[in-house]
């Protein structure tokens, strides 16, 4: 039914009617009147490109705090696997403290059984 000359016919003729009605509204505007149009346009644009960025960047910001978490709960699980694997700062030696302390243990109170191998 829509593959008929007929439709066809239909169709452009709505279209013409269209864009006739659309010449004849922009031909009767003022420049003035132009202005304003082209600023509520402006207007639009800018308030919906405004919202989109700002959506982007609060998605960027959740995406970064949610890589963070991720990180230090990372970061605890091997800090509580390394104190299990070594019950106790007693049981380290200095290889031992070097690990702690990549993985961000405090180790100032450790005793310094095997800290002669790192200072010396």
């Not at 013409?16 to 082209?38: K, P």
């Not at 405090?106 to 200072?119: E, K, Q, V």
Request: proline share 2%; hydrophobic share 45%; charged share 20%.
């Amino acid at each position: 039914m829509k593959d008929t000359p007929e439709h066809a016919a239909i169709v452009s003729s709505k279209i013409a009617t269209y864009i006739g009605a659309l010449t004849a509204v922009a031909s009767g505007l003022t420049i003035t009147e132009w202005g304003v149009v082209v600023g509520i346009v402006v207007g639009v644009l800018g308030l919906v490109f405004g919202q989109y960025w700002s959506w982007r960047k609060e998605f960027r910001e959740q995406k970064a705090i949610d890589a963070d978490e991720v990180r230090k709960q990372e970061l605890h699980r091997a800090q509580l696997a390394f104190l299990n694997r070594k019950r106790g700062p007693t049981s380290c030696d200095s290889l031992d403290i070097v690990e702690a302390q990549a993985l961000g243990i405090d180790t100032a109170d450790w005793p310094a059984s095997g800290m002669g191998a790192l200072n010396g």
